[in-house]
């Protein structure tokens, strides 16, 4: 159930437009936030699909002056949507497989741990572990062939740097972080009780998650595990700061970094994955025009990657693309499996390579 912290509180709306203002979603599809907060407030009807829209990045709560928590009414909409069976077929379909294979995709349970055969690595379970750390894979990376190469690198570099870790396999869950956002409370309770459930069986002391959604979901709702979470760009940036990690060749590319919503804006990791960049002899860092607190939004988050905005209009990861190629960028990289995913395909149509993190840093080593 949502606590009473999570709640909105769209009483408290004055109608500023701040939220409207910082929405990704505002003036390219029909979802305004601040008008949706005054149909509420009135109870007036709101058109099913619309809240659809909305991908969750959080910057309609971080800018609201009175604490309405926009972002968390749109929870509360698709809450209700879910409960009267009026949701999309592709959003039911991937709340269904969640609940019986326990990821939005659908793929077998047994097989969350196949990115394992690709990574010419051992990677004990956690229970043969010593740290009772955690490398938290999440489902995208378990499953997606782009980016299974995620933990297979990560977990090259861990070993790299002398981190002792474990694994769950197959005994992983859906964190949830997409459940949640898409309305099915209900399902989102029974992954956070069997998740932390599993941490309490293994004892678990750290995790280490490989996605940024997972890292929030684990972090932020979960409530207090009495565990140490971490995303692995800060696990990677300590040990490049401790020299436990050193990089040895030279990228001699002009990269510029796009700040996932849910690594940036909603947990404030910014300086992490600069200082892992920065660290590699020969690459020159830049920036986009909107980075940091006011990173354009790729449009992946919040159930966006099981739905289709049916109105046609130029989407935030081709803007993100282009402004990458004007500013003379050879790489666009990310630390999110959704965001690269999302800017991959008009990058790729353009000729632009787009690059998780931990791809260049396997470059370098």
């Known amino acids: 159930m949502m606590t009473e912290e999570a709640k909105s509180k769209v009483f408290m709306c004055m109608q500023c437009g701040m939220c409207t203002g910082g929405c990704p979603e505002a003036g390219i599809t029909p979802f305004n936030i601040r008008m949706l907060v005054r149909k509420k407030q009135l109870q007036r009807e709101i058109e099913e699909s619309i809240p659809w829209l909305c991908t969750s990045c959080g910057a309609c709560t971080l800018r609201c002056p009175r604490d309405v928590k926009p972002s968390e009414m749109i929870v509360e909409l698709r809450s209700g949507l879910v409960e009267d069976g009026q949701i999309p077929i592709s959003i039911q379909k991937a709340l269904e497989f969640t609940f019986v294979q326990k990821n939005p995709w659908g793929r077998p349970r047994a097989k969350r741990g196949g990115w394992l055969d690709e990574a010419d690595v051992e990677v004990p379970h956690i229970s043969e572990t010593d740290s009772k750390r955690l490398l938290f894979i999440c489902c995208i990376q378990a499953y997606d062939p782009r980016c299974m190469v995620i933990p297979v690198n990560v977990a090259k570099i861990l070993k790299k740097g002398g981190l002792e870790f474990g694994i769950l396999g197959k005994e992983e869950a859906c964190c949830g972080n997409e459940i949640r956002r898409m309305g099915e409370l ?8 069997e998740n932390a459930a599993t941490f309490e069986k293994y004892g678990v002391k750290e995790i280490i998650a490989l996605s940024p959604h997972c890292m929030n979901a684990l972090k932020n709702e979960y409530g207090d595990l009495g565990i140490k979470i971490s995303h692995y760009t800060e696990v990677v940036a300590d040990m490049v700061k401790r020299g436990a990690l050193a990089f040895q060749g030279e990228y001699n590319q002009k990269v510029i970094y796009h700040d996932p919503c849910f690594l940036g ?16 002899e020969g690459l020159e860092l830049i920036e986009f025009s909107c980075s940091r607190e006011i990173s354009l939004c790729c449009e992946g988050g919040g159930g966006r990657m099981f739905y289709e905005a049916e109105s046609t209009y130029q989407r935030n990861s081709e803007k993100r693309v282009l402004e990458a190629m004007e500013k003379g960028a050879d790489v666009l990289v990310t630390s999110c499996p959704f965001c690269m995913m999302t800017l991959e395909d008009p990058a790729t149509e353009k000729g632009l390579p787009v690059k998780e993190i931990s791809e260049i840093i396997m470059e370098v080593l």
């Open 186 to 193: 209900g399902l989102f309770e029974e992954l956070q009780e």
């Open 265 to 280: 804006k909603q947990n404030k990791i910014f300086d992490e994955p600069r200082n892992i960049l920065r660290a590699i």
